[in-house]
């Protein structure tokens, strides 16, 4: 989590690690400009586990997406079935040289995929309220011979995820639908749709 900046008009008054685990909770008492000139404090409870990076791979020549299918515990607390179908995504490592360093290793660790000619489209906060999270987001390609493995997930990591081929216009039925949930995953099947709409029919 980034600290103010020098200079800044905002101040941190106090913050408490409330759990640090997989994850860092922590409430934090900011003072902040308000919109009238006066200042406005206030007590937020603050989620942060890194930053990452959110990939949907396409194969231009067969008009096909790459996706994962896998079980999450907050979408089961609302849904009794709790399986999610979304892009391929994972957060930064420290090591990672960039973003894009990032999207490649994901690709072949859930995907099995070796992954080219990756597209930023842009990052988005997934949900500013309560989480510092960044998601830089990603178009890239593939095709039939780049699968280096049958993808997965890393066993290690808890992570137990089938890997969806669809066709361009499967997405896109989808997403018109609301049969997708996942924000981010709706972000990159329009954006796709957007830059790419010779894939569709």
Do not use: N
Not at 3 to 17: L, T
Not at 142 to 156: K, P, T, V
Not at 168 to 182: E, K, N, P, T, Y
């Amino acid at each position: 989590m980034e600290e103010p900046k020098a200079g800044d008009a905002v101040r941190i008054e106090d913050r408490e690690v409330v759990y640090r685990g997989f994850v860092t909770f922590e409430r934090m008492t900011v003072t902040h400009p308000a919109r009238d000139g006066s200042e406005l404090t206030v007590v937020r409870e603050v989620h942060d586990h890194g930053s990452g990076v959110c990939v949907l791979p396409v194969d231009p020549r067969r008009r096909t997406v790459l996706l994962v299918r896998q079980f999450r515990v907050p979408v089961y607390l609302d849904d009794a079935d709790g399986h999610l179908v979304e892009v391929c995504a994972g957060l930064t490592d420290e090591g990672d040289a960039d973003p894009e360093t990032t999207a490649r290793r994901e690709a072949a660790e859930e995907l099995g995929y070796d992954v080219t000619y990756l597209s930023r489209v842009g990052y988005v906060y997934s949900s500013p309220g309560i989480i510092t999270e960044k998601m830089v987001l990603f178009l890239a390609e593939y095709g039939e011979d780049s699968q280096i493995h049958e993808g997965g997930g890393l066993a290690h990591e808890g992570e137990d995820i089938e890997v969806l081929e669809w066709t361009c216009d499967q997405l896109r039925q989808a997403v018109v639908s609301c049969q997708i949930r996942d924000a981010k995953t709706v972000i990159l099947a329009q954006a796709l749709m957007l830059h790419r709409p010779e894939l569709f029919s």
